[in-house]
């Protein structure tokens, strides 16, 4: 049987030292009505190469980058994932190992999360950061939470409305239960950045945070520092999060604006797109708040011989110490993938990571502005970007089916999210985008 | 044999930092292009320079670095790994090979559907094989994790109880409930009402309905519970909490010790999750990532999380307008690649192969119990189920204590059990086995906890200063807890750590 | 950590066997159906029962046997892999990825010709890239390593030779010459004739011309030599074999020292084989596989084996109509897989790559001469070019020679030199360091080697007695030649080897 | 640059070391006309995605049983490779080690030799397997070499006509410039076996050996008693070739024959088919050959201790001590694919090795019978076979296009090898051709 080594006189063997003569004599306690419905419809098991078959011919009814001109962003992008990186994490002595409660033997994986949260704080120049979330949304959220711990008594939370659409509905799962949150969403102006009359009118000291993407779900480059020094007039947390975690390989990060908590989507850091997921949230603060911290820790110290070691730290903040008074519920978290991160940063380094991001801006702006030069299409906002913008775009339908039969994706539209971008497209360019691929692109929209 | 791990006295040397290696302006990453970002793009004032901590390493420097690491890794395919409530079973092969197949790991969620009716047929599947095998009517895959599906979970419940009227006040957590029960209880704004369990390591019906009262929304109950031991009231108690208008919230976590012999769905029981991670065999990742589907009754599917898959005409559809659902939980569609993996796990091992693996659970639980039972003390009388605690009540009369035991077992060759977990007992030591392992490795296991047991009665200072043959000796944690050292810095910069290696 | 690899003393145990694991019946792979062969398909007479003494593990036994084996195991992710002649250089992982596309690892080499378009061109691109970087008009990809690249190479000229009249008698080669250029002589029918090297570790012109006569078919070189000296004379030397109608073959077994800096094809060299598992980058595989294309200029180019791919007007063809080839020396197309990453390697290095690959090898070796040139004993005064040779000479006078060193070194976590080869000096000591590895790493090494020199006076019987930290401590080869024990047989079964683990 | 470490610094301390100034300073005894040719007109390097894309390129050009009917074998066969084998093989620990000489490192390489050997000798029922060999075709060579030191003052190799005709070149090939050596070719019968009578005629004192295809390049299972019975009276070698592995996990073994040596092709045991390579040769023999016996041997010892291990014996044949006297020019091996074979027999092992030669036969049989009752193609051979057979297709030319058109390769045309043989196909059915693709096959043949 498929993964059971147990061979009939093993069963047997074992049956005798219990004690018992059938298996079912160890269901004991089970009700006789559980057992006689128990029986599980589903087929029978398949061979390897049978479940292969299956898998394959899932996979070939998907569209991916390898046979498709791909634009997508929005939070998930196709960057360049290095071969170091897969060749480490299907490491079996990574993949399989579990959370290292046993730290003499788990230094690999506690060494590699200590290296995360260092390249997580250098990345995001934050001064502390835990060993990984779910992802970018619930990190969203758990920031929210982590916020309203601190600013005790507060209870306003303030959204810009380019924060990422599917953030913006978790982080309002995450608090429609907690007694009297209440959610303000900021809206942007035409530069794509957020409203500062609109949001210096809705800040006071009733406020726990201001919560903007950076960059935000249009592409936009928000000012940070004019966002802070409003927040900061009543000591309200500013609280950014970057889906494009790239971007911060150029962009002036958060901490050096002073942001007091940043958080993010990790994805891009050297995981493949697998529809959204499993990727890693990140959350990096500023050291004084250490304590309200969600998820793990791993922190620095020595055994008996004084060797350097590191294990799971400042744990009475978790579930299995703290229960109901947890800073978060969180257990499983997204280990491999984090590591995968790890492995992605070591390998660029320094120099890829800088010129990577590089890479992505020339591609994005010389391509946006063939499109708005060559094909017409439309500008929409003024501020500065990325990899990803959002142009205008009529006859947008039209349009879209003739890009699909020449097997282009040209971006998401925003209509879904934005009733007031009808006709709007958000356009992501990265290096993965060959020359080819952006003049058909550019063609195909001039009608040709 | 990795790096150097050890001086030529056989002195074990740490291993250094990614930043603490290298040299400036190595790269293991090469890119023709150097493009320079032009100012009226993006103005310099938001842009930095180079990532100052940032590590410089070639490509051989990083795979070394990396592999050196996994070599003081414990794991699963290296050997047993008994962790209690953790169901740390064989890991498929075949499942990392489709995972990795470019049509199912290079999808975008935001991509038109016609791209990726196949991940959704995928998904749409996999709900229908969960539901099936735990005998629920309505599964969401979206929850990353068992804790985000306990919150997912209870918030349904929330707004189902909203919607007749009341939230109430209150969940009924037993005293043997894993910690993110309440946790996840408080998230929802719940206050927690723990349940005693009885001397036999469950709880009684009476004992529900003491403290069951129109303020409480939910019992959520771990059946088999985190003893292993069946909760044999289950059904009186769901009627006690029924009768009350209260909902049963059952932790799936140990699902491995039902399929094919008890459906929780006909337990009573109204929403549930379970942990992919455990029960299908995917793999931990040393934290994570996992899954925590939902699985609900018909009353309660239109408060599942959004979107839903649903088969449409033109093929798999998402339907996002459920007034009354609780909304997303995560981004896209949870952690996609770790369904995939399960997926391919219920193919291969289908309806005998999924009966097959917890009857093995519990042959091998109640195995190890019984050999065991000599030699360390078992709170309850029962046969377990999948899994069975112990405890150092016998060896405390020489101080040695359920830690030493556990390290002492590394000596050994083993990983320890999960330890002091529940919290009920003192000193718990509980194992799980899993079905994947061979009479010959439990014996093994087993051997050497007899000979700690003996160890402990004749030597027990050498017990209690184990562990004497990891790479590292027991470390400070008190130390790292006061210092506080969370990441690199520069200043300590070029210690000596594993100078002489590379 | 794997399994146990010691008892809880820290004593290492030797793993078991896998006909030492599992139990009867247990199978590791699974297939649904299970037929049975009829007689009228096959008479009983020719069938056989199970097959006796093969193992019955199960799937996670058989992952854990060999994960724990591959712990036992040093390798260049590992760590520094310093073997003379051997070119240990980093085998990039993109190379891996790459040749597991089920495009081109589920080919079958009789399939009809459009169904392997893809896999000819890359062959026949392979064949330009490799006649560019080595000079030689022409390339054949089918020898399966250096050594049948050699037998490959002396069989075209004794072909062409004999063409010429006579094929010929004796074949001349250096002292200096790996075991398989005299080996392969005698497989093609020569004899072997040896030039010896002089003082400075090369072969002079005179020397060749007093040997040369018109039964030479051709001298054998290696250039730079297993010295790693460049054989400056070998212009003058091909003057001297081609005056009198013999050819030069090169071992190209050292070409990771020229690519960019001489050609081959330049120094009058007629014939000669590439390995590809040393310059381009293919993993060794702990033995193989490996490739040993071989070159020629276009005199010789119907000699080479069949089939030649050529491009037709339908796409690639294949040749097999040519009398004067040698015929084919392996089946199929040789060892596709490895042509495959080599081909890889060198898109991704291009010209800049590989001109620079040489020159790094070449830096790294004077490094490692230069700094150790002081503690060990260098035969010979010129820089070296990518390896460079040491003796124990210094070191004999303590009783310390060059095995001790070479095992001393294992404690130091680095795996020695290529020893005791070439046999021209006594005990040397053949240091490889490749371009892949970092001045920090040499360094390391470098220091190992230094401390190693200091213990052999100070206390040279910690050095005759290593390793001390090994997985297992010097093994008795004797015992072995003289019990011949070549497998596992039944009667040793259940030896108590590797007890208590599993 | 790419895998090389060395960064401007880096080079400048390291020549400074060595008391140079430039790296050219160290091409000294290098003649300068050398110099000045030496330059490399290759295309600069390229990038890990542009790789990628290249190798897919020519990977698309290419047809695989992923997407064609497939029934090649002919030497190279489709069966099914458990994920354990690459899980394994592609752990760095041994694909990225060498040869290992130094044991104390290496008993990871060397115990999994040790089982291969193990592995070989039941597979053939042999007393001794060496470390494996390139291929079949030279292991076929080189056992007729082995033979021929061993029975010295004989020169007559009688190969079989159904042996596969690469092979033949090959033994040709490597047998051309050895003195005096005759190479004689045994037709074969209607039966597809060897001609007893034609060999009985060509057998006495002279010969060396008999090398017989066992199943041969037809298919078809030769009477070894038989023949070993002939051999025998004169003291002559039977040497078989066995290049369907597989077969022995069913066929009664060489050595249950009573061969002398007993040689193949390994690829059936687990690695992929890859155009034709990397597998491996495997050779086997009698016990008293021991020391005539080409290639590595790994044997069983113990170290100071008395701990087990493992290290390579009886060098004194090899070309690295024995040079010019070496039983083989062998040097690098096979050595990974023959750890790929290890871990798919022990995978498979006893009882799946045995089940999946039974299905092989199973549906070899079915589809031929099918094919000459539905299809009506006509029988040639009347041996028994394994899973392959040869058959009569009238118009084969015709069929073939039909075939092509309908994306399926029904299997090899014998007749550039055996002219005798027009219009005939050997067609091999393995446990990887499903149901749907044989009823096709027939279908087609049919003329449907
Ligand atoms: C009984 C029980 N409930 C809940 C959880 C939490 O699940 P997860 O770690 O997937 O969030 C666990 C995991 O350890 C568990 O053992
Ligand atoms: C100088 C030299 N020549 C020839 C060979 C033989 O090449 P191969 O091992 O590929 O047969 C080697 C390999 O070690 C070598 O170093």
Request: hydrophobic residues 40%; proline residues 6%; charged residues 20%.
């Given at each position: 049987?498929r993964?059971?080594?147990h ?35 589903l087929?029978?098991g ?16 998907n ?26 994490i299907?490491?079996?002595e990574?993949?399989?190992?579990y959370t ?102 809705e ?7 201001v919560?903007?993407g ?7 480059i ?9 927040c ?39 995981i ?25 820790l ?11 070691g590191?294990?799971?730290t ?22 491999l993938?984090?590591?995968a991160?790890?492995?992605?940063m070591a390998?660029l380094?320094?120099g ?5 991001a590089e ?5 994005a ?39 699909a ?27 993965m985008?060959?020359?080819?691929e ?8 001039s009608?040709? | ?26 790269s293991?990453?090469?890119?023709p292009?150097d ?46 790994y ?16 489709v ?56 918030m ?15 969940i009924?957590?037993p005293?043997t ?44 109950i771990?059946n ?13 108690i769901?009627?006690a909490?029924?009768?009350?208008g209260?909902l ?13 012999i ?34 609900v009754?018909?009353?309660l ?66 195995y ?9 003390h ?43 977990f ?8 509980m194992?799980e ?21 003996h ?38 910069a070029?210690?000596?750590?594993g100078?002489?290696?590379?």
């Open positions: 049987m993964y059971t080594p061979t009939a006189s093993d069963k047997e063997r074992l049956l005798q030292a219990i004690g018992v003569t059938r298996i079912e004599d160890l269901f004991g306690q089970i009700p006789q009505f559980l057992r006689e419905r128990a029986r599980i419809a087929p029978r398949l061979s390897e190469v049978e479940v292969k078959r299956r898998m394959a011919s899932l996979a070939a009814k569209g991916t980058p390898e046979s498709w001109g791909f634009f997508l962003g929005g939070g998930i992008y196709h960057h360049v994932i290095p071969s170091t990186v897969d060749a480490v299907s490491r079996s990574f993949s399989t190992s290292p409660y046993q730290p003499e033997v788990s230094q690999g994986t506690l060494q590699a999360v200590f290296e995360f949260q260092t390249l997580m704080c250098e990345l995001t120049a934050m001064e502390v950061s835990n060993a990984g979330l779910y992802d970018g949304a619930s990190a969203s959220a758990e920031a929210v939470l982590m916020a309203r711990r601190v600013q005790k008594g507060r209870r306003r939370v303030l959204l810009s409305r380019a924060l990422h659409p599917q953030y913006r509905s978790v982080i309002a799962t995450y608090l429609k239960n907690l007694e009297d949150v209440e959610l303000v969403e900021i809206p942007f102006t035409e530069s794509g950045q957020m409203d500062l009359q609109f949001l210096t009118r800040l006071d000291e009733r406020a726990i945070c919560v903007a950076y960059p935000n779900f249009l592409g936009i928000d000012d940070l520092g004019a966002l802070h020094e409003a900061a007039g009543y000591g309200v947390f500013l609280i950014t999060v970057t889906t494009e975690a790239f971007s911060l390989a150029l962009l002036k990060p958060p901490g050096a604006w002073g942001v007091e908590i940043a958080v993010g989507e990790g994805q891009s850091l050297g493949p797109m697998g529809l959204g997921g499993p990727a890693f949230g990140f959350l990096t603060c500023q050291k004084k708040f250490v304590r309200s911290i969600p998820g793990r791993v922190g620095e110290t020595v055994d008996h011989d004084g060797r350097r590191f294990v799971l400042l744990a009475a903040r978790e579930q299995h110490i703290r229960r109901e008074k947890a800073t978060s519920n969180i257990c499983t978290n997204q280990g993938c984090t590591l991160a790890t492995v992605f390998t380094g320094k890829g990571m800088r010129r990577l890479v992505n801006v020339g591609r702006h010389e391509t946006r502005e063939r499109l708005v030069k060559e094909a017409g299409l439309g500008t929409t906002f003024s501020g500065p970007f990325f990899n990803e913008f959002v142009l205008g775009v009529e006859g947008l339908s039209q349009h879209l089916s003739r890009l039969a020449k097997r282009i994706v040209p971006g998401i539209s925003l209509a879904p999210w934005y009733p007031e971008l009808q006709d709007s497209l958000l356009i992501c360019v990265t290096e985008n060959q020359r080819e952006i003049d058909q692109l550019v063609r195909t929209f009608g040709q | 044999m990795s790096e150097r791990s050890q001086d030529s006295n056989g002195r074990k040397i740490a291993p250094r930092l990614i930043f603490e290696t290298g040299s400036p302006g190595r293991g990453f090469f890119w292009e493009p320079k970002t032009k100012s009226e793009w993006i103005p310099a004032r938001f842009l930095r320079g180079e990532i100052e901590g940032f590590p410089e390493m070639g490509e051989l420097e990083v795979m070394r670095h990396f592999t050196r690491l996994s070599h003081l890794n414990y794991s699963i395919e290296g050997q047993f008994p962790l209690g409530s953790c169901t740390m079973k064989y890991n498929p092969k075949l499942n990392e090979v995972a990795r197949l470019p049509g199912l790991s290079l999808l975008h969620p935001l991509a038109p559907l016609p791209l990726i009716q196949g991940a959704l047929e995928l998904l749409s599947d996999l709900e229908g094989m969960l539901a099936e095998i735990c005998g629920m009517d309505h599964i969401s895959l979206q929850p990353a994790a068992g804790a985000q599906g306990e919150m997912t979970g209870l349904m419940i929330r707004a189902y109880l909203t919607t007749k009227g009341n939230p109430r006040r209150k009924l957590v005293d409930a894993h910690g993110t029960n309440p946790a996840s209880s408080t998230l929802c704004g719940y206050e927690v009402v723990q349940v005693p369990s009885n001397d036999r390591g469950i709880i009684e019906a009476k004992k529900v309905e003491e403290v069951m009262d129109e303020e409480v929304a939910a019992l959520m771990t088999p519970n985190t003893f292993g031991i069946f909760e044999m009231d289950i059904q009186a769901a009627e909490i029924h009768e009350k209260g049963i919230y059952l932790d799936g976590a140990n699902l491995n010790a039902l399929m094919g008890a459906k929780p769905g006909d337990m009573g029981v109204d929403v549930l999750h379970m942990n992919l991670h455990k029960t299908f065999s995917t793999p931990h990742g040393g934290g994570g990532p996992g899954a925590g589907p939902v699985g009754k018909k009353f599917q239109d408060y599942l999380p959004v979107p839903r898959i649903i088969r449409g005409n033109e093929g798999y559809e998402l339907r996002e307008d459920l007034p009354n659902s609780v909304g997303r939980v995560r981004s896209f569609f949870g952690n996609f690649g770790i369904l995939v993996r399960a997926y391919a796990y219920i193919l291969a091992l289908g309806s005998d192969g999924l009966e097959e693996a917890s009857r093995m659970a519990l042959l091998n639980a109640n190890i119990r019984s050999r065991l039972k000599g030699h360390f078992v709170p309850h009388p029962e046969t377990c189920m999948h899994e069975c605690v112990f405890t150092d009540r016998l060896q405390q009369k020489q101080g040695v204590h359920t830690t030493d035991i556990a390290k002492r077992l590394l000596d050994y060759g083993f990983h320890p059990p999960t330890i002091y529940p919290l009920v007992v003192s000193g718990a030591i194992i086995p899993t079905e994947t392992e061979s009479p010959e490795t439990l014996d093994a296991f087993i051997d050497a906890m007899i000979s700690i047991a160890e402990a009665k004749e030597n027990p200072s050498m017990v209690k200063s184990a562990p004497h043959t990891t790479p590292v000796g027991r470390l400070d944690e008190t130390l790292a807890a006061r210092k506080l050292i969370l990441r690199w810095n520069p200043s300590k070029g210690n000596d750590q100078k002489a290696e590379s």
